[in-house]
């Protein structure tokens, strides 16, 4: 699987976008992009993934560039609840369900 | 419907005990996944099973080991445990679909600490 790069920490204001971005230059055809989050003493949490166009669900939108060499998560209105660590994770789609986590970034939303 | 539950949540063991851990997937999922997760070495994966045969196994030595039985629920164990095992474990289910990818729900983990 690709490597993938991410900022070790963030901040934002509370009711603000928060965009986290993720690099992932080796990323190969047929490798999708995943991201999970932690929040604080439980198990991580599915967010979205994508392929090469954007997608959007209830929880975030995930905008991938053209070249897919990096990506960027973006949660619309940042709320304290959404203060954890989030991972972005890019695999190929037949490598069973094996993630391998980078050291992600943590986010931290401030009143 | 109950998500992924792993028992027990806490666990203190010595230096060269053993332990076993359970993790029960989300009903209908076949897939079961375990990671181990430290502040030195972050998330990492442990093994995959799904209808009882281990289909992945990450790179740890072979003191650690698991299994699942045919209801799906799957066990790990850890013998001659050392210090550098004490770690949160985590448990994570998903469906399987033969050639895509499936979204994985992880349990809530158990927290062993070895003294």
């Known amino acids: 699987d690709a490597k993938t790069t991410q900022p070790p920490s963030m901040d934002c204001a509370e009711g603000r976008a928060a965009n986290l971005p993720c690099n992932h230059s080796t990323i190969s055809g047929n490798e999708y992009v995943y991201w999970y989050r932690q929040i604080h003493s439980q198990g991580p949490q599915y967010i979205i993934h994508?392929?090469?166009n954007n997608e959007t669900n209830e929880m975030a939108s995930l905008i991938i560039t053209e070249d897919r060499k990096s990506s960027t998560l973006i949660l619309p209105h940042a709320t304290l609840r959404d203060t954890a660590v989030y991972y972005c994770i890019v695999r190929v789609d037949n490598a069973g369900n094996m993630l391998t986590f980078g050291g992600g970034t943590r986010l931290m939303v401030k009143p | 419907k109950a998500g992924v539950t792993q028992t027990p949540r806490y666990l203190i063991k010595t230096r060269g005990q053993q332990v076993t851990l359970s993790c029960s997937p989300i009903s209908g999922h076949r897939s079961v996944s375990w990671y181990q997760q430290t502040p030195g070495q972050g998330l990492q994966f442990l093994f995959e099973y799904f209808s009882e045969t281990q289909r992945n196994k990450g790179n740890f030595p072979g003191r650690f080991s698991g299994r699942q039985f045919s209801n799906s629920r799957s066990e790990m164990n850890v013998s001659t445990l050392e210090l550098g095992d004490s770690a949160l474990y985590l448990c994570a289910s998903s469906l399987f679909t033969p050639g895509t990818l499936n979204e994985q729900f992880f349990g809530p983990g158990t927290r062993l600490t070895v003294l």
């Open positions: 994508g392929l090469k």
